[in-house]
């Protein structure tokens, strides 16, 4: 691993960059940078919109001399060196501090006690986990709870509870499940239950034992004690929603009323149904939907019975992610900066519908994303992306199953809240493509396929001062593309696995890399990458991106 100082630098100053740096931009530039001036003539770099003037970096002096670059490893070693550390530098994730407890030792029939499924992570990495839990059969279920920095799961069903998640480095996961003991629960009787916590590197059981207290008998007899009434006319409903197939069509279900004479449905793509749309159906207990995909692409629906002119409440929600596609022609859709190592220097912005990622600097990188979830599993992400650049280790790709807090990321404009923030893509793949002319021969662009599980700001590391640490593919040349022009990729993401293909514009796509670690999968958002490599001044451009829901 290198350890010679980043690169940041303050608006609107160049470091000195010496012999040694000159020199090497004069071989670079036979390579590359007179294609850069080639590929200026037929495409201009644009010119990223103004922003405010800030305060210089309290990171800018800690530029590299020329002898700390004459040090970095050459090509794609120095690339790594710049931008990752390794993952054997840290503790891996280890759940198996974990515990279940019972809230009672001695529970007498019919009592209520909860049972509580503690996760804790002792590593440095988050981690994906699921913990399934049958409850006994001396145990009626009530209710439960799930606190966690991510949960995407958390129900009860078929005796079973579920809870499917993210556990935080350092941090822990708490699921509680409140029951009662059977009436007719054995005295002395000893209940023993099992959960099972598993994660993508361990797999076992915790559990928790009560006793059955003896019940004391009572001359006293209770009858059962039933209240009459007549359900209110019109009547409730419960509504279910179903999940989006590969034509972005869902259908809308609900139980039935009886007695009446219609339904209201609400759409809505604010939670609090401020937008909502209604439709009057008539005596029917389903609706499909269709919709084309859209940059926002969350649907709320409630639904309502209706008698005449009297309304009964409103369902429960249903929430439906449907199929995302952004052309770029709207620039109020979202897209911004996300994560990146230099505020200024960094740049995403929308141009003559198309997006563009610019980096001023060397060894920077950044993520932009419009914080839209992807559909459900298994989902394609399409995108058409060009350099505009050319120059050796110039690189770009998507990026998909990344975390949000749902908290505004970045959080604020501080260099420290800017840089070494947790909102939003402490997690996610890289399909970073690289752009390689080295030989001048055979110019291509490199797959190099990243599963970030943590960013550590690493200020004494050299290159880039917020690292990537995970796994990283071997480099494999891209088959079928122009490295100079437009080129369409699509990243097929199964519960199984991960496939990247890749063609030129309107032609059959060819498969380009599988990837069996899917343990961030399930973790929704997607974006757009872009990083430098010794060389500054990069520019990629994006067609569009859409991102639709498979089978």
Request: glycine letters at 8%; hydrophobic letters at 35%; a negative charge.
């Amino acid at each position: 691993m290198n350890t010679q100082q980043p690169v940041a630098q303050p608006p609107g100053r160049r470091p000195r960059r010496g012999l040694f740096l000159a020199a090497l931009l004069a071989l670079l530039g036979v390579l590359g940078l007179a294609r850069m001036g080639a590929a200026e003539q037929i495409d201009a770099k644009p010119t990223p919109p103004p922003g405010a003037e800030r305060t210089p970096s309290p990171y800018a002096a800690l530029v590299p001399s020329d002898e700390e670059l004459a040090a970095m490893p050459p090509g794609i070693d120095r690339y790594l060196a710049a931008h990752t550390l390794p993952a054997s530098a840290f503790q891996p994730a280890n759940l198996v501090d974990s515990t279940k407890t019972a809230s009672q030792d001695l529970v007498m029939p019919g009592g209520l006690f909860d049972y509580t499924i503690t996760v804790r992570n002792t590593g440095e990495f988050d981690i994906p986990a699921e913990v399934t839990d049958t409850l006994p059969n001396q145990v009626n279920y009530i209710e439960s709870e799930c606190l966690a920095f991510i949960t995407d799961q958390c129900e009860f069903s078929g005796g079973v509870m579920t809870w499917r998640g993210t556990v935080p480095e350092g941090g822990q996961a708490t699921i509680t499940i409140s029951v009662q003991l059977k009436t007719n629960a054995a005295g002395g009787a000893m209940v023993v239950n099992t959960a099972h916590i598993e994660s993508v590197e361990q797999n076992f059981d915790r559990s928790a034992t009560i006793t059955v207290d003896e019940a004391e008998s009572s001359p006293l007899s209770l009858l059962p004690f039933t209240v009459y009434g007549l359900a209110p006319e019109p009547g409730p409903v419960t509504l279910s929603v179903s999940q989006p197939n590969s034509a972005n069509a869902w259908v809308l279900t609900w139980t039935e009323s009886v007695g009446a004479h219609g339904y209201e449905i609400q759409e809505a793509q604010e939670a609090d149904f401020s937008d909502a749309v209604t439709v009057r159906v008539g005596p029917t207990t389903s609706q499909a939907v269709s919709k084309s995909p859209s940059p926002f692409n969350v649907y709320y629906y409630r639904v309502r019975s209706r008698v005449g002119d009297l309304a009964g409440p409103w369902s429960n929600v249903g929430q439906v992610i449907g199929g995302y596609r952004d052309d770029f022609d709207n620039p109020n859709t979202g897209w911004t900066m996300r994560r990146s190592t230099y505020l200024e220097e960094v740049k995403g912005f929308y141009e003559n519908g198309r997006y563009v990622m610019q980096i001023i600097d060397r060894f920077d990188w950044g993520i932009v994303s419009p914080l839209q979830p992807a559909p459900r599993v298994p989902y394609a992400i399409d995108f058409e992306m060009r350099t505009i650049s050319q120059i050796y280790a110039h690189s770009a790709g998507g990026v998909f199953g990344g975390d949000w807090t749902g908290q505004t990321c970045p959080p604020g404009t501080s260099f420290d809240e800017w840089y070494k923030h947790s909102a939003c893509f402490n997690h996610f793949y890289n399909t970073n493509m690289i752009y390689n002319d080295s030989n001048p021969n055979r110019v291509v662009l490199q797959l190099l396929f990243e599963r970030v599980d943590r960013l550590e700001w690493c200020q004494g590391c050299g290159g880039s001062p917020m690292k990537r640490v995970g796994d990283t593919s071997d480099l494999q040349n891209l088959k079928n593309i122009n490295p100079f022009e437009w080129n369409h990729y699509r990243i097929e993401v199964r519960q199984d696995g991960i496939k990247l293909y890749a063609g030129l514009p309107g032609q059959p796509l060819t498969l380009q890399y599988e990837y069996d670690d899917t343990r961030w999968v399930n973790s929704p958002y997607f974006g757009l990458f872009a990083s430098t490599d010794i060389i500054d001044n990069l520019t990629w451009r994006f067609e569009y991106v859409q991102v639709m829901p498979l089978d």
